[in-house]
């Protein structure tokens, strides 16, 4: 927690859980998104940027423009991942879901069919090693990772039978944005 200070949050619990996970997220006010891992990590990942924001706004669009209801396109919403040793609370960038989600800080992954994580100066680590991996066991079918380099280089990772993601394209967002979404089989 560079910067910051527990006491800033309370004291911390022995064990959290989403529940403290939530009242974290709604305390801070520096725009951190404090994630837990299925096996009780605890991350703190750092506001987003302004590029950042583009990038989930450019997808967001591509997305409305192709036909997409905007109640099954949701930015920053929590999701549940189960684990071994109890559920863990992720906020994806951006998910799309099969159908409308219910009121919820922490939503299941039972209807979601894409996760996309844009790669932020901290986060290149969590999402490219430990989310993916977590996402996969999930369930989740597809999960998309923009990288900011110069290309914002997306790399579009679909779930194979043994729960591995195996990758299905890798291009430059505006290439990517050229396409359609119906190309990627996302409901699919």
Known sequence: MAGMSVEAYGRLPAVVTLDDLAAMNNADQHGHRFELSPEGALSVMPPPDSEHAAIASRIFAWLILAGWPAEQLLQAAGIQIPGQEGAGGRIPDLTIWASPQPRSVWLSVTDLLLVVEIVSSGSAAMDQ??????????????????????????????????????VAAKMPLAGLLQTAPADHNIGG
Do not use: F, M
């Not at 999930?138 to 679909?158: E, F, K, M, S």
């Open 129 to 166: 090693a430990i989310k993916i991996h977590e996402y996969a066991q999930a369930g989740i079918p597809r999960y998309w990772v923009i990288d900011r380099n110069a290309a914002q280089t997306a790399t579009l990772h679909v779930l194979g039978a043994d729960k591995i993601y195996e």
